[in-house]
Nanobody, 115 residues
Framework: QVQLAESGGGLVQPGGSLRLSCAAAVNYFNSYVLAWYRQAPGKQRELVAHITSDGSTSYADPVKDRFTISRDNGNNTVYLQMNNLKPEDTAVYYC?????????WGKGTLVTVSS
């Protein structure tokens, strides 16, 4: 079973920044599609951003131009840089890895945006 370890969540004021990290103990990390999802209280989990094995990225409309997903294949880590955070970004953020039929999820890290 692949283990994913997320970190970097916390409390931040509106307009602030956070960087989430997700490290994976897995072989062939560079071949996985990596993604960040989030789930706000009372809402369904939604895709925030993903990055393919060749580095192509895509973002949900609410976070475009504010969030950046990146990967470090040498350290088996995916990042989510979040800038200009808004109260509506408050959620538990999860990383996900996909390769062929395999899907692995992290346990989540809480991001709270509040003054």
């Amino acid at each position: 079973q692949v283990q994913l370890a997320e970190s970097g969540g916390g409390l931040v004021q509106p307009g602030g920044s956070l960087r989430l990290s997700c490290a994976a103990a897995v072989n062939y990390f560079n071949s996985y599609v990596l993604a960040w999802y989030r789930q706000a209280p009372g809402k369904q989990r939604e895709l925030v951003a993903h990055i393919t094995s060749d580095g192509s990225t895509s973002y949900a409309d609410p976070v475009k131009d504010r969030f950046t997903i990146s990967r470090d294949n040498g350290n088996n880590t995916v990042y989510l840089q979040m800038n200009n955070l808004k109260p509506e970004d408050t959620a538990v953020y999860y990383c996900k890895m996909e390769r062929f039929t395999m899907n692995y999820w992290g346990k989540g890290t809480l991001v709270t945006v509040s003054s």
